[in-house]
């Protein structure tokens, strides 16, 4: 940041006090986020940043601009934030324009609100920031002044923030910083009890394992017809559904038979149910199959994460599922695909590069299950490792947070 955009930015920040103060009132939020409520990932991407806005900025007022939080989403999102102001209805949106002082771009898979960014920035021209998202698109000329008018951008995973770099992007404030999702706090405890203890899960003695194919069927999960482009994910997904699930069931069949734990096949989406039970479950021997869970009914973020933090650990195929757990400091191994964006190379830069695998490089996949055994054998070190990566977590998030509180004097 140049010293003439410094005193630019201190002298805006000043005189937002000063009419905070005239008025008697805490700075307000804008924030754009709750993408869809068919994934506990994307869930999470709400109450997670809601957790830090409430940690480091207890004065601010939050209003909630969602995209989608029905099915027992919003219930659950008030249980946890009582005081949260949620606009939907198109007057209450402009209010919010109106009102609010500062528009936050919440976690995402990209850069998903940009149209209503841009929205925010010509009715009102007031101030705005980005905050965890990955790079996954060419950089357009509109993303590209959105992104350089930004207070700060900050990116998910090192290697958009290098692409950000590369593409000349010239926002004053452009860093690394963890996935919204990491914040999450949310509770169930009375349903996650109650399903350990109907299917005989103990706490501490059983892992949890997630299956997915390489791309998320939208289409069933909405019933709806499917699309040329859906036709030619299909095909992609029958390819490789195999490939990818084998070394999760060698690794379950290794839990088992040589330690004490339990397995959880457990889903991250809708679809999710089906595949475990048709991938991960029914192809097990019966020796392993005796000690092996599976969840057949979708949860919310709330029950999931109440039955991350009672188990020993997790491994799959998903990424939001595993960024919960390390956000509550609970291990979590991440196999990806390069269908995928870069998401799960966020990784390494929390430092668990040893914890992720490359589906597409053999050599990786062969790492696996010696990899998700150690874990499961040692959980002590394993949750040292989770606890030192939830370190560096915690001090970007207050950093980033710290960005924030400037911005909004």
């Given at each position: 940041?140049?010293?003439?955009?410094?005193?630019?930015?201190?002298?805006?920040?000043?005189?937002?006090?000063?009419?905070?103060?005239?008025?008697?009132?805490?700075?307000?939020?804008?924030?754009?986020?709750?993408?869809?409520?068919?994934?506990?990932?994307?869930?999470?991407?709400?109450?997670?940043?809601?957790?830090?806005?409430?940690?480091?900025?207890?004065?601010?007022?939050?209003?909630?601009?969602?995209?989608?939080?029905?099915?027992?989403?919003?219930?659950?999102?008030?249980?946890?934030?009582?005081?949260?102001?949620v606009v939907k209805?198109?007057?209450?949106?402009?209010?919010?324009?109106?009102?609010?002082?500062?528009?936050?771009?919440?976690?995402?898979?990209?850069?998903?609100?940009?149209?209503?960014?841009?929205?925010?920035?010509?009715?009102?021209?007031?101030?705005?920031?980005?905050?965890?998202?990955?790079?996954?698109?060419?950089?357009?000329?509109?993303?590209?002044?959105?992104?350089?008018?930004?207070?700060?951008?900050?990116?998910?995973?090192?290697?958009?923030?290098?692409?950000?770099?590369?593409?000349?992007?010239?926002?004053?404030?452009?860093?690394?910083?963890?996935?919204?999702?990491?914040?999450?706090?949310?509770?169930?405890?009375?349903?996650?009890?109650?399903?350990?203890?109907a299917n005989g899960l103990e706490e501490?003695?059983?892992?949890?394992?997630?299956?997915?194919?390489?791309?998320?069927?939208?289409?069933?999960?909405?019933?709806?017809?499917?699309?040329?482009?859906?036709?030619?994910?299909?095909?992609?997904?029958?390819?490789?559904?195999?490939?990818?699930?084998?070394?999760?069931?060698?690794?379950?069949?290794?839990?088992?038979?040589?330690?004490?734990?339990?397995?959880?096949?457990?889903?991250?989406?809708?679809?999710?149910?089906?595949?475990?039970?048709?991938?991960?479950?029914?192809?097990?021997?019966?020796?392993?199959?005796?000690?092996?869970?599976?969840?057949?009914?979708?949860?919310?973020?709330?029950?999931?994460?109440?039955?991350?933090?009672?188990?020993?650990?997790?491994?799959?195929?998903?990424?939001?599922?595993?960024?919960?757990?390390?956000?509550?400091?609970?291990?979590?191994?991440?196999?990806?695909?390069?269908?995928?964006?870069?998401?799960?190379?966020?990784?390494?830069?929390?430092?668990?590069?040893?914890?992720?695998?490359?589906?597409?490089?053999?050599?990786?996949?062969?790492?696996?299950?010696?990899?998700?055994?150690?874990?499961?054998?040692?959980?002590?070190?394993?949750?040292?490792?989770?606890?030192?990566?939830?370190?560096?977590?915690?001090?970007?998030?207050?950093?980033?947070?710290?960005?924030?509180?400037?911005?909004?004097?």
């Open positions: 940041m140049n010293r003439r955009h410094f005193l630019q930015l201190s002298f805006a920040a000043a005189l937002r006090a000063s009419v905070h103060a005239a008025e008697k009132r805490p700075a307000r939020i804008l924030l754009r986020s709750g993408w869809q409520t068919v994934n506990i990932g994307d869930i999470g991407h709400t109450p997670g940043i809601l957790h830090l806005l409430e940690q480091y900025l207890p004065e601010a007022e939050v209003r909630l601009w969602p995209t989608n939080i029905g099915d027992g989403v919003e219930e659950m999102l008030r249980r946890r934030f009582p005081k949260l102001i209805a198109p007057e209450e949106i402009h209010t919010a324009f109106t009102e609010c002082d500062f528009f936050l771009h919440g976690s995402g898979s990209g850069f998903v609100a940009q149209k209503h960014l841009g929205q925010w920035v010509a009715e009102t021209g007031k101030p705005y920031g980005i905050y965890g998202i990955s790079l996954t698109t060419t950089v357009t000329p509109e993303s590209r002044k959105l992104i350089d008018g930004a207070r700060f951008t900050y990116f998910r995973d090192g290697h958009s923030l290098e692409w950000a770099k590369q593409e000349g992007l010239a926002c004053p404030i452009m860093e690394y910083a963890p996935d919204g999702a990491f914040g999450v706090d949310l509770r169930n405890d009375a349903a996650a009890t109650a399903f350990l203890k501490g003695k059983f892992l949890c394992v997630i299956p997915r194919l390489r791309f998320t069927p939208y289409w069933k999960i909405h019933g709806k017809p499917m699309k040329p482009e859906d036709e030619v994910k299909t095909k992609r997904n029958e390819e490789m559904k195999e490939h990818d699930h084998a070394p999760l069931r060698a690794a379950i069949a290794a839990v088992v038979r040589e330690t004490s734990m339990k397995v959880l096949v457990c889903p991250e989406d809708q679809s999710q149910m089906e595949i475990g039970k048709v991938m991960l479950v029914d192809p097990l021997p019966d020796d392993v199959k005796a000690r092996v869970v599976w969840r057949k009914d979708y949860w919310l973020t709330d029950e999931a994460v109440s039955t991350y933090v009672r188990s020993a650990g997790l491994f799959g195929l998903e990424m939001h599922s595993p960024i919960m757990c390390i956000g509550n400091g609970v291990p979590a191994i991440v196999c990806r695909f390069v269908d995928q964006t870069f998401k799960g190379l966020m990784w390494r830069d929390i430092g668990l590069g040893d914890w992720l695998f490359d589906m597409d490089v053999e050599e990786e996949v062969a790492r696996i299950v010696p990899t998700v055994l150690a874990m499961a054998k040692d959980p002590a070190a394993a949750k040292a490792k989770a606890a030192k990566a939830l370190e560096f977590v915690h001090q970007r998030q207050r950093e980033t947070m710290g960005v924030l509180k400037t911005a909004l004097a």
